[in-house]
């Protein structure tokens, strides 16, 4: 059961959704019976779990040992949702959104966790984020980018704004891509984000390699603890 | 001097030898290269009127961030192109100059002087009324009747 992202050769992305059975899409988890995944959002949102938006995607802490089974399948396609489409988080009742938070930086990782190859953010730049509501395209960058540098570390920064300058956002790419291919792959993951309605990204955006990455940090390969069960 | 003069001075300071200070100012003369070269091709080939609109006198008044809205902004896929290596050369180039955490190679000074030499060859072939229109409509599009 896997979830992703992949490039088709138009260069559009294409969503991978996962099923909880073969023919059911994850569109459907608002309409579902039984298990009520209303109901099971309710528990996991509310009693069971912390859910934190940070800088990630996503991070979910729980310990609990009742997160086996079918609820694990469950939690996992939720998650998927949320990485995915957050936008129809809100639709469905009973829920809330998860918060956009950078105060559980000291958050520690328990035993599931779904992250990606990004660098954490900086309080700087989650402000940044915050304050032009760039939340929804800063996850969706998280997903989508690494599938447009695979095998990269990648990192989102603010950086420094000169004198009477707006501030932009870097994508800090740390690979060894060739400068013609890397070139190719930055316009495609730009015409993606325009033709995903996240203009207001594009218009902030500095999309640029850098051979050598800072240290201090590891790369975490995608969805490594959910698909390591 | 014209822009291009400083892609000259960033491949003599890529091969000035094992220095990463040397590297940062190639990848920040690669930029100035490119930015000086597409700011000019801004502001010769924008309306008089949509200058005006923005307080426009002289390319000076143009700004780095500004410039590459302009580029953004453009119907033009080319064009429009341009803006992200724009934007793309700068990033690097804030790193370069400001960011004393990453470091710079050789390889990145290289990758840098290949995209300004790219960047160089794609404005030169774009057509310049596409540059000043797009310089315009982002004009009239931010700026309100005086």
């Keep these: 059961m896997q979830t992703g992202t992949t490039l088709t050769p138009s260069g559009r992305i294409s969503l991978t959704l996962p099923k909880y059975e073969e023919s059911e899409q994850v569109d459907d988890l608002s309409s579902r019976g039984s298990p009520d995944i209303r109901g099971y959002i309710d528990n996991v949102f509310s009693i069971n779990s912390e859910w934190r938006q940070r800088t990630c995607p996503l991070v979910w802490k729980s310990d609990k040992p009742w997160l086996t089974g079918p609820d694990l399948r469950d939690a996992r396609e939720l998650t998927s949702l949320l990485l995915n489409r957050p936008s129809q988080v809100g639709e469905l009742p009973n829920t809330r959104r998860i918060e956009w938070s950078t105060s559980c930086i000291d958050l520690e990782f328990t035993d599931l966790e779904v992250t990606s190859a990004f660098k954490p953010l900086t309080e700087e730049t989650a402000k940044f984020l915050l304050e032009r509501d760039l939340q929804e395209s800063a996850i969706w960058l998280q997903i989508t980018a690494p599938k447009f540098f695979e095998g990269a570390s990648l990192e989102i920064d603010l950086l420094p704004a000169e004198d009477g300058e707006d501030s932009l956002l870097a994508l800090r790419v740390y690979g060894s891509i060739g400068a013609t291919e890397f070139r190719n792959r930055r316009q495609a993951l730009c015409t993606v984000m325009l033709e995903t309605g996240h203009r207001q990204l594009y218009e902030v955006i500095s999309i640029f390699q850098r051979r050598v990455q800072d240290s201090g940090w590891q790369m975490f390969s995608w969805y490594s603890a959910v698909s390591s069960e | ?146």
């Design chain 2, 1 to 146: 001097v014209d822009g291009k003069c400083f892609l000259g001075t960033a491949q003599f300071l890529q091969n000035s030898g094992n220095d990463e200070a040397a590297y940062r100012s190639a990848v920040s003369r690669a930029y100035y290269a490119c930015f000086l070269e597409a700011r000019k091709a801004a502001f010769s080939n924008c309306s008089l009127n949509a200058r005006t609109r923005a307080h426009i006198r002289n390319e000076r008044k143009i700004g780095h961030t500004v410039l590459i809205h302009y580029f953004r902004n453009s119907s033009n896929r080319a064009v429009q192109s341009l803006g992200d290596d724009l934007a793309s050369l700068i990033g690097s180039r804030q790193d370069a100059d400001y960011n004393m955490i990453v470091t710079i190679t050789a390889d990145d000074a290289k990758n840098a002087i290949d995209d300004a030499k790219t960047f160089l060859t794609d404005l030169s072939a774009v057509p310049k009324a596409e540059i000043g229109q797009a310089m315009a409509s982002y004009i009239f599009q931010t700026h309100r009747t005086p």
